[in-house]
């Protein structure tokens, strides 16, 4: 039985197999319609989500299975102090695959410890996102053809964001790739990823302009300011609005650029960009749903 908490569960042949499979679904969705009938998936989400809990039952009901869960830790018995261990047996013999969310750092990698099925990690605090990571390079590959020999600016919250921490550990294992880190201050890379950087000669920048670097980039993948992460709300106030890309800005990148977003935004995006051929963070988040599909199958030993 796998599980998978952090990106590095699997290798980068085992990546281009799920890869290759995300886009055969893509191409012929209705081939998998069936393939996982009988099976239950469980999202336990103790965090507030749309793309990641609703996606992951959108991808299991395309393949014909089913979905059971709870959306709000208030709503399930968390709240009267139950832990994560407790929780997954239990959900282990409701059903055959979890993805859980945890504000906590690790939860959902406690819960794989005590779990009879596979744990998907669905993003614990400011950590890991595993399946966002996926589901970034699926769009990369998909729409650059590549995932190597590229210079990707990570722009905004570069403290916090767990997607930003798990894509930079995912994309080091492929060749030729440099780093650009855009952030204010108070929101620069965590120390330990810049120590992984320099131990592995992986070329990287921070910089606190975005104008100024960006002609030089093949991808742009933009965050939002995380309230939720923030201790004080005058520091998030200070910083949220902190880089809005727009238009004029647009005109400064190569037409070949690529904007991914996590998503959801709020300001640091303007909407007027979403017009815009480069802009594919929409696109990504349906490639979350074929990258969800493959996921599914291979853990469970569908494929
Ligand atoms: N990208 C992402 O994790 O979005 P949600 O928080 O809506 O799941």
């Not at 609703?54 to 299975?65: K, Y």
């Not at 294992?173 to 108070?186: H, M």
């Amino acid at each position: 039985m796998r599980h998978l908490i952090s990106p590095l569960d699997f290798t980068v042949e085992e990546l281009d197999k799920l890869f290759d499979l995300a886009n055969d679904i893509e191409r012929s969705p209705a081939k998998y319609a069936h393939a996982a009938e009988g099976k239950i998936l469980a999202t336990c989400f103790y965090e507030p989500s749309t793309r990641t809990r609703l996606s992951f039952e959108s991808a299991m009901l395309r393949l014909g299975g089913q979905v059971l869960g709870f959306s709000d830790a208030a709503s399930s018995s968390a709240s009267k102090g139950e832990s994560v261990s407790d929780t997954i047996r239990i959900i282990s013999s409701y059903s055959d695959i979890c993805a859980m969310r945890h504000p906590k750092e690790g939860a959902p990698m406690v819960a794989s410890e005590k779990s009879e099925i596979p744990v998907i990690n669905a993003g614990d605090g400011g950590h890991q996102h595993p399946t966002q990571t996926l589901t970034d390079l699926l769009t990369i590959r998909s729409m650059k053809g590549r995932l190597d020999n590229i210079t990707i600016g990570l722009c905004g919250d570069l403290k916090f964001g767990r997607t930003v921490h798990s894509l930079i550990h995912a994309l080091v294992r492929y060749e030729n790739v440099k780093f650009i880190f855009i952030s204010p201050e108070e929101l620069r890379i965590p120390e330990y990823i810049i120590e992984m950087l320099k131990a592995e000669n992986i070329p990287y920048e921070e910089v606190v302009r975005l104008d100024n670097v960006l002609p030089n980039l093949d991808l742009l993948y933009m965050t939002r300011v995380q309230r939720e992460r923030f201790f004080n709300e005058e520091d998030y106030i200070r910083l949220k609005d902190f880089y809005v890309l727009d238009k004029a800005k647009m005109e400064l990148a190569n037409q070949d650029m690529l904007v991914l977003h996590p998503l959801p935004r709020v300001n640091e995006i303007s909407v007027e960009v979403d017009q815009d051929p480069r802009a594919v963070y929409f696109k990504q988040a349906q490639y979350g749903v074929y990258v969800r599909m493959a996921l599914i199958l291979t853990l469970l030993n569908l494929v």
